[in-house]
């Protein structure tokens, strides 16, 4: 399974991103989705996650209301939509993937790892 972010660029406080991961390699609906972020000199964190059919949804207190994480199964696509973005939003996004469970645990080990995409918020 390989998992494809793309969408991260530099934007304006206030502005807005989407985020996009691709998967391929496997069934995309057999996996819950979920967004992960990592900031210079700090631990990757939680941001958002999916269930599977996209009828659950988990998101960190710091974007609640800011962020929206969605997906498409026919397209095999998980999206993470940001808007009112802040400075301390910068971070380098991660997408993942796990079978068993929505991924929305600092620190546990799930399944695939996207590579990463850069998001920079000047102020």
């Known amino acids: 399974v390989q998992l494809q972010a793309c969408g991260g660029g530099l934007v304006q406080a206030g502005g807005s991103l989407r985020l996009s991961c691709a998967v391929s390699g496997r069934t995309f609906s057999y996996y819950h989705m979920g967004w992960f972020r990592q900031a210079p000199g700090k631990e990757r964190e939680f941001v958002a996650a999916i269930g599977r059919f996209g009828g659950t949804t988990y998101y960190a207190d710091s974007v609640k209301g800011r962020f929206t994480i969605s997906r498409d199964n026919a397209k095999n696509t998980v999206f993470l939509q940001m808007n009112s973005l802040k400075p301390e939003d910068t971070a380098i996004y991660y997408c993942?993937?796990?079978?068993?469970?929505?991924?929305?645990?600092?620190?546990?080990?799930?399944?695939?790892w996207g590579q990463g995409t850069q998001v920079t918020v000047s102020s």
């Open positions: 993942v993937a796990d079978i068993d469970s929505i991924p929305r645990l600092t620190g546990k080990e799930y399944d695939y």
